[in-house]
Every structure is written in C-alpha cells, then in structure tokens.
C-alpha cells in the first residue's frame, strides 16, 4: 500500500454500533514507500508509524480529525520494520529495528526532540519485530531477527545497558514476538 493513500483508524468508537469500528480519519503520513507498522502511545495521544524510507514519523493526535506530524526521525538506513513505545513511567521512549540490522532506542528529550539513547548493531540479520516487557520488570527491550536469534536488552536507573543473544529458532526466522 503507497503510504500517500494510506488511511488510518484513529480510534474505535467507545460505542460501537453492530460491533462495527469506522473510520474517523484519514490523512497522509509523509512516508515515501510503504508503511510497515502504526503504534499508539500509551495514552493514545501520540501515534508513531515506520516505513521503507527508513523514517519514523510521529504524530500529535489532540485533535483526532486532524492529526499533526510533530517530529520525523530519520531512523535507519533501510526499512523500519516495526516500533514499540516503552510504558510512560520511563518517559517518551520508543523503540525501533530495521532491516540493516540495527535496534535503536528513542528518546523525547524535550517536546518534539527525540535523541537516540541507545543503538544495537550485534545482529547479523535484519532484525524483524520489538516489544517492551511489561513495565513492573523495568525497561526490558526484546527483538526477533530474521536469522532465529532473539535479544533482550535492559537497563537499571545507571542507564547502562545489558545485552542477551539467545539462539532461539535455528533455521527459522522471526517475525513477531
């Protein structure tokens, strides 16, 4: 799907008439090529999304007919494959991978400034999926690359960062955790 038709559902309606959702709005999310992943904050107030140009694009959803790109982060030098926002007791902090191999981690330092605050470039594959854990372990970051491996990557309060590679599925390569 080109990313200039590319609609989004922005929310579900909270009273869903037939068990059906519709669509509020549609816009264009400046992607050029296709988009590979839409993730909400946890509040829903933010929408991120990721494509083949390497970019994130996140977005301010306060008005939600008519979305507003707040910030583009030139993420990685091939497609973004998928993103994850971690839980907000950590701050705005988004995770990103890609297929050159990389896992990245994003900060909003201040409104609309995101920083990287960590990257990973120990994977020999492109790396396929990313998920936060569930906040009471802390921030702990999983990735599935496409070679089986899967990494788990955690920080305490120093923010030193810890990195786990397990070979989890040899011969299969992973494309969601």
């Known amino acids: ?37 839409t993730q909400y904050d946890f509040y829903g107030r933010k929408l991120a999304t990721c494509g083949s140009d390497g970019c ?6 306060s008005d939600e007919k008519t979305p507003k790109l707040i910030t583009t982060i030139q993420a990685h030098s091939g497609p973004v494959w998928q993103i994850s926002w971690a839980h907000p007791r950590f701050g705005n902090i988004l995770a990103s991978c890609g297929q050159d191999q990389k896992l990245i981690i994003w900060r909003e330092n201040q409104p609309n400034e995101w ?12 790396i396929n999926t990313c998920a936060w854990a569930p906040a009471d372990y802390g921030l ?3 990735a599935g690359c496409y070679d089986g491996t899967i990494s788990i990557c955690s920080t305490g309060k120093e923010e030193k960062w810890e990195f786990i590679q397990l070979d989890a599925h040899k ?7």
């Open 1 to 37: 799907i080109n990313a200039e038709y590319m609609g989004i559902l922005l929310r579900f309606r909270r009273q869903m008439k037939d068990s059906m959702a519709s669509t509020i709005a549609t816009f264009d999310t400046g992607h050029k090529g296709m988009i590979h992943d």
């Open 56 to 61: 994130i694009n996140i977005f301010d959803l």
């Open 115 to 126: 920083k990287k605050m960590k990257e990973f470039d120990h994977h020999k594959a492109s």
């Open 140 to 142: 702990i970051l999983a």
């Open 171 to 177: 011969g299969l390569s992973l494309i969601h955790i």
